[in-house]
């Protein structure tokens, strides 16, 4: 894919969209960290869910810590993974603690030594609650980015990359945002509605339906890597 399709890609994205943000709902980065951890392989709207209670009772480090991580298990208990989860937010806040005061650190080496966060979960709390150019590849970035060839890769690094390497600065800010909502809700695994979508015709999936035909590609093979 050229320069020239790419711009025109987030163009269109930014016109549809002009500020996107992430669909978690957070009031300070410590909570956003939190949010993000509690994603992974589960939902925003479960996630959602959750914290809308558990933020009310421990919605600081101290608070957090004081609730401890059977308390924690309480309120998270229907998301995937939780106990793991529980472990690493609690490790996590006594760390923040211990190091930094409490405050949520503005650096990825300081995220990413901190435990249950990857590489992943420091680009979005570096982006969303501290407003660097990262780019965060989830499952769904991954797949637009493979599929449409905005940026084709066969790891999730590799993808973070190329979207870094080839984004033109002016889009960087907000394209993990349009690119997981595009994912999310139009360029779907299973049934991508290529009927709603803005770019249909700058996208270079094979597979692609013409305008106004019956969708009957099959889902793309594509499927994220493991970080």
């Given at each position: 894919?050229?320069?020239?399709?790419r711009r025109a890609i987030f163009e269109r994205l930014r016109s549809a969209n002009p500020r996107p943000t992430t669909e978690?709902?957070?009031a300070t980065p410590y909570q956003l960290l939190v949010a993000v951890v509690l994603s992974a392989q589960a939902t925003d709207k479960s996630v959602n869910?959750?914290?809308e209670t558990l933020f009310r009772v421990a919605g600081t480090p101290e608070a957090m810590l004081a609730l401890g991580e059977e308390g924690l298990k309480a309120h998270i208990r229907r998301?995937?993974?939780?106990?793991t989860k529980a472990r690493h937010i609690i490790a996590l806040t006594r760390e923040l603690l211990d190091k930094y005061g409490g405050q949520v650190p503005d650096d990825r080496a300081a995220l990413e030594a901190l435990p249950g966060v990857g590489?992943?979960?420091a680009n979005v709390v570096l982006n969303?609650?501290?407003?660097?150019?990262?780019?965060?590849?989830?499952?769904?970035i991954f797949r637009v980015a493979n599929r449409t060839g905005l940026a084709r890769g066969k790891t999730v690094l590799a993808v973070e990359r190329a979207l870094t390497r080839h984004t033109p600065a002016e889009f960087r800010q907000d394209a993990h945002h349009w690119l997981i909502l595009h994912g999310r809700y139009v360029c779907k695994a299973r049934k991508p509605d290529c009927a709603r979508c803005v770019i249909h015709d700058?996208?270079?999936?094979?597979?692609k339906p013409?305008?106004?035909a019956p969708l009957t590609a099959p889902a793309s093979p594509l499927s994220p890597h493991p970080e």
């Open positions: 894919m050229n320069a020239a399709k978690l709902k957070y869910q959750a914290t998301i995937g993974l939780y106990q590489r992943k979960t969303t609650a501290f407003g660097h150019p990262t780019i965060a590849v989830d499952t769904h700058l996208c270079e999936w094979k597979e013409r305008m106004g």
